[in-house]
């Protein structure tokens, strides 16, 4: 069953830096595409970044520069450091595997870890 467990996230002020973790099992981790994605209340779940398993990394334009994504595959564990971090980043934060369809991005697993809360506020 795949399993995913994200950790790291907590309150910090703007500007700031976080790293998260994502424990993945389950799942052959080192051929997976790997996403972290961010939902607020109201909102769909956005990608934010995304890792192909070679280590292509890719980021949506609100985080560019400010983020940035990365993978152990001998620990089956994914990672996004955020830096420079605004109020509007606060989400709750997921990782899953994605894959690609007609140009766009889809999660690939049905089973979402419980998130990890980053709230961003002075």
């Known amino acids: 069953q795949v399993q995913f467990v994200e950790s790291g996230g907590e309150l910090v002020q703007p500007g700031g830096s976080l790293r998260l973790s994502c424990a993945a099992s389950?799942?052959?981790?080192?051929?997976?595409?790997m996403g972290w994605y961010r939902q607020t209340p109201g909102n769909q779940r956005e990608l934010v970044a995304r890792?192909?398993?070679?280590?292509?990394?890719m980021y949506a334009d609100s985080v560019k520069g400010r983020f940035t994504i990365s993978r152990d595959n001998a620990k089956n564990t994914l990672y996004l450091q955020m830096n420079s971090l605004k109020p509007e980043d606060t989400a709750v934060y997921y990782c899953?595997?994605?894959?690609?369809?007609?140009?766009?991005?889809?999660?690939?697993?049905?089973?979402w870890g419980q998130g990890t809360q980053v709230t961003v506020s002075s």
């Open positions: 890792i192909t398993s070679s280590g292509s990394a």
């Open positions: 389950g799942v052959i981790f080192n051929i997976e595409a």
């Open positions: 899953n595997a994605y894959r690609t369809y007609s140009g766009r991005y889809y999660p690939k697993y049905d089973k």
